[in-house]
C-alpha cells in the first residue's frame, strides 16, 4: 500500500500513528526468481508486486555531494564467469556475474596526503553539484503527490573505505590522522555548501547515509573514532538540515553496530537498516534500549524463510508485537536468499499481514516500491 509522505514521517518519528508498516527493502538475490519460476510462481509474485507491500513515493532532492565527474569507466577483461574493469575513481574492480551485482575493488587510489591531493578536485564544491531542474521536480512532487525527499551524503567510514581499503583505512586512523581530517573536511564542506543551498528551496524529508562497516563480530571501528572523526561531520550537516525541516536521518549499515549505536545517536542519526539478527541485531532489544529515538528499518531474520513454517510464524510473532510497530517498517533484515521456497516466502508475507492486521491478499496485482534508503 502506498503511504504518503506525511503518514511515513509521522510513522517513523513516534508520531500520531496508528499504522503498521510491511515492506520488502532490498528485494531477491540473484538467482532467486530462476528457482521460484520453476515453483510455480507468478510473474507478479516474482515482482514482488503481488505482496502488496507498503512504500511511500521518494523524489532525490536532486544534489550529488560524493564523487563529482572522475575517469571514464572502461572494461578489461570480460568472460562468462567475471568483468574486470576501472571506475570512476580509477580502481581496477571486478565483479563476478550471475553472483554478485556490485563489483569488488582490486586496488585503491588513495595511500597517502600526495595521492590523495590529485583526486580531491573530485570532492570539492562546484555549482553544478545542484541539478535545479531535478530539484524542483521533487519539489512538485513533493507538494502535489506527496513524495518524500532524500539527500545524501557520503559516509564518514565508507567512502574513505571506498578511496583507502579497509585495512589501510584503519591503520590511517592511528598513523595518518591528518589524511582522513582532510579527506572528511573537504566531503564535509561540500556536503554542507550543497545542501544548505538546496534546502533553501526545498524541504528535505530524509538525509541518508550508507556506511556498511561492521561484520558479525562487530564494527570495524569503535565508539571513540566515530566521535573523533565522524560525528563533526554528520552534526554540520544534520544539525543544518533539521534546522530547516528535515525529519529522518537515515543509516544504513550490516552487520552488528551495537557498540557504536549510541556514538551514532550523538551523530544525529535517528533511523537504522537493516538490523541483522544473525549479526546480534535485536531490534525488541533496541527499542527496549533506545525507545523512541531510534526508528529501525527491516530486522526480519531473512534466513528463517528457509526454515519451517513454525519457525517463521516464531519470528514474526517475537518481532512484530504491538510496542514494536510506531517507528518501524517491518522487512527482512536483507535481500531475499537463495534457497528460499516461494511457498514460504508466500507464508511469510500473509503470517506478518495476520499479525499485523493488514488485509489479506486477494490474488490482484497490487504494487511495490524499493524502501532501502
Known amino acids: 500500500?502506498?503511504?504518503?509522505?506525511?503518514?511515513?514521517?509521522?510513522?517513523?518519528?513516534?508520531?500520531?500513528?496508528?499504522?503498521?508498516?510491511?515492506?520488502?527493502?532490498?528485494?531477491?538475490?540473484?538467482?532467486?526468481?530462476?528457482?521460484?519460476?520453476?515453483?510455480?510462481?507468478?510473474?507478479?509474485?516474482?515482482a514482488l508486486t503481488a505482496f502488496d507491500f507498503d512504500y511511500v513515493p521518494m523524489a532525490s532532492c536532486g544534489c550529488n555531494t560524493g564523487v563529482f565527474g572522475g575517469m571514464k569507466p572502461k572494461i578489461i577483461e570480460d568472460t562468462p564467469v567475471h568483468t574486470i574493469s576501472t571506475?570512476?575513481?580509477?580502481?581496477t574492480v571486478k565483479l563476478c556475474k550471475g553472483k554478485a551485482t556490485i563489483p569488488l575493488p582490486l586496488d585503491y587510489p588513495v595511500t597517502d596526503?600526495?595521492?590523495?591531493?590529485?583526486?580531491?578536485?573530485?570532492?570539492?564544491?562546484c555549482e553544478e553539484r545542484i541539478d535545479y531542474e531535478m530539484l524542483e521536480r521533487a519539489k512538485k512532487l513533493q507538494k502535489t503527490e506527496n513524495h518524500l525527499v532524500l539527500a545524501a551524503i557520503p559516509g564518514g567510514f565508507d567512502e574513505l573505505r571506498e578511496l583507502m581499503g579497509?585495512?589501510?583505512?584503519?591503520?590511517?586512523?592511528?598513523?595518518?590522522?591528518?589524511?582522513?581530517?582532510?579527506?572528511?573536511?573537504?566531503?564535509?564542506d561540500t556536503a554542507f555548501k550543497v545542501l544548505d543551498r538546496a534546502s533553501d528551496l526545498i524541504t528535505i524529508d530524509n538525509l541518508m547515509v550508507h556506511e556498511d562497516m561492521a561484520g558479525k563480530?562487530?564494527?570495524?571501528?569503535?565508539?571513540?573514532?566515530?566521535?573523533?572523526?565522524?560525528?563533526p561531520y554528520y552534526r554540520r550537516i544534520w544539525d543544518m538540515l533539521s534546522s530547516k525541516g528535515t525529519k529522518l536521518f537515515s543509516q544504513d549499515s550490516d552487520?552488528?553496530?551495537?557498540?557504536?549505536?549510541?556514538?551514532?545517536?550523538?551523530?544525529?542519526?535517528?533511523?537504522?537498516?537493516?538490523?541483522?539478527?544473525?549479526?546480534g541485531m535485536d531490534i525488541v532489544a533496541l527499542r527496549e534500549?533506545?525507545?523512541?529515538?531510534?526508528?529501525?528499518?527491516?530486522?526480519?531474520?531473512?534466513?528463517?524463510?528457509?526454515?519451517?513454517?513454525?519457525?517463521?510464524?516464531?519470528?514474526?510473532?517475537y518481532k512484530l508485537r504491538p510496542e514494536m510497530r510506531k517507528g518501524t517498517a517491518f522487512g527482512l533484515d536483507h535481500r531475499i536468499p537463495n534457497g528460499t521456497p516461494i511457498e514460504n516466502y508466500r507464508y511469510?508475507?500473509?503470517?506478518?499481514?495476520?499479525?499485523?492486521?493488514?488485509?489479506?491478499?486477494?490474488?490482484k496485482r497490487l504494487g511495490w516500491a524499493r524502501m532501502a534508503f
Open 1 to 46: 500500500m502506498r503511504w504518503t509522505r506525511e503518514e511515513y514521517i509521522e510513522h517513523m518519528t513516534f508520531g500520531n500513528s496508528d499504522k503498521a508498516m510491511l515492506t520488502e527493502l532490498f528485494g531477491p538475490l540473484i538467482g532467486l526468481e530462476d528457482e521460484w519460476r520453476t515453483q510455480g510462481a507468478t510473474n507478479d509474485e516474482i
Open 87 to 91: 571506475d570512476h575513481l580509477g580502481r
Open 113 to 125: 596526503m600526495d595521492s590523495w591531493l590529485k583526486i580531491k578536485p573530485l570532492y570539492e564544491f
Open 166 to 188: 579497509e585495512e589501510n583505512l584503519c591503520i590511517a586512523y592511528y598513523e595518518d590522522p591528518e589524511l582522513l581530517e582532510d579527506i572528511l573536511g573537504t566531503i564535509s
Open 217 to 231: 563480530n562487530g564494527p570495524l571501528i569503535g565508539p571513540n573514532l566515530v566521535r573523533e572523526y565522524m560525528l
Open 255 to 279: 552487520g552488528n553496530i551495537n557498540p557504536i549505536l549510541d556514538a551514532m545517536l550523538e551523530c544525529g542519526v535517528n533511523v537504522t537498516m537493516p538490523a541483522e539478527p544473525t549479526a
Open 289 to 317: 534500549k533506545y525507545g523512541n529515538k531510534l526508528a529501525i528499518k527491516g530486522g526480519i531474520d531473512k534466513h528463517v524463510l528457509r526454515g519451517t513454517k513454525e519457525q517463521i510464524r516464531d519470528e514474526l510473532e
Open 348 to 363: 511469510y508475507v500473509n503470517t506478518a499481514r495476520e499479525i499485523l492486521g493488514l488485509p489479506a491478499l486477494d490474488g
